[in-house]
């Protein structure tokens, strides 16, 4: 059982928005500003997507964006793409050194 | 460019240890701006971290509580790498491994950038 709390499927056709949520507890998501979130295709390592709640790497579209809202953190993904087919993976610091996923959401692009 | 390259046997009896080498180029095992993790993956307990080792004047090591007494997570400056050690495996460790950086430089320590291509490690007699 994943110490952080995603649903297990999300879909939304080309063109449309979709919003995958990653529950955590005052210890972790609600404590910290440390989220980040995970692409990962079949056979593949995980991407990073998101760092720091909100924050994009260089070279990942701006259709995806990230948001928190107390102990509920939230990807976003606007104007789906067949190639955003995936899972998604959340992270949270969790304070004394240590590390919590989500247990992952895949997403369907219908 | 920055590129781990992970080793290691795919297969582990129960009860022996588990040894994984990640391999890093471009980058420094020892960087003061780095660290380097290893986590796994399985259907059951999907994506779990399991430590990190750095260097910031001296080497430190953070390891996951529930692995902590069966772990250890080695640098090799000789050879710009670091290793994963897991004891008295069973089972359930059996996972996708994969080594993974987080860097100050731009991201946070928690945000991992860079990852190896991961190595599925299988516990059976």
């Known amino acids: 059982q994943s110490a952080l709390t995603q649903p297990p499927s999300a879909s939304g056709s080309p063109g449309q928005s979709v919003t995958i949520s990653c529950t955590g507890s005052?210890?972790?998501?609600?404590?910290?500003?440390?989220v980040s979130w995970y692409q990962q295709h079949p056979g593949k390592a995980p991407k990073l997507m998101i760092y720091?709640?909100?924050k994009r790497p260089s070279g990942v579209p701006d259709r995806f964006s990230g948001s928190k809202s107390g102990n509920t953190a939230s990807l976003t993904v606007s104007g789906l793409q067949a190639e955003d087919e995936a899972d998604y993976y959340c992270?949270?610091?969790?304070?004394?050194?240590?590390?919590?996923f989500g247990g992952g959401t895949k997403l369907t692009v219908l | 460019q920055v590129q781990v390259q992970q080793s290691g046997p795919g297969l582990v009896k129960p009860s022996q240890t588990l040894s994984l080498t990640c391999a890093i180029s471009?980058?420094?095992?020892?960087?003061?701006?780095?660290?380097w993790n290893w986590i796994r993956q399985s259907p059951s307990r999907g994506l779990e971290w399991l430590g990190r080792?750095?260097?910031?004047?001296?080497?430190?090591?953070d390891y996951a509580v529930s692995v902590k007494s069966r772990i250890t997570i080695n640098p090799d400056t000789s050879k710009n790498q670091f290793s994963l050690q897991l004891n008295s495996v069973t089972p359930e460790d059996t996972a996708v491994y994969f080594c993974?950086?987080?860097?100050?430089?731009?991201?946070?320590?928690?945000?991992?950038?860079?990852w190896g291509q991961g190595t599925m490690v299988t516990v059976s007699p």
């Open positions: 993974a950086r987080g860097s100050r430089d731009g991201y946070n320590y928690w945000a991992f950038d860079i």
């Open positions: 471009g980058d420094s095992v020892s960087g003061n701006s780095v660290v």
């Open positions: 080792t750095y260097y910031r004047s001296k080497w430190y090591n």
């Open positions: 005052s210890s972790d998501v609600g404590g910290y500003n440390y």
């Open positions: 720091e709640v909100n």
């Open positions: 992270s949270s610091y969790a304070g004394s050194n240590n590390l919590v």
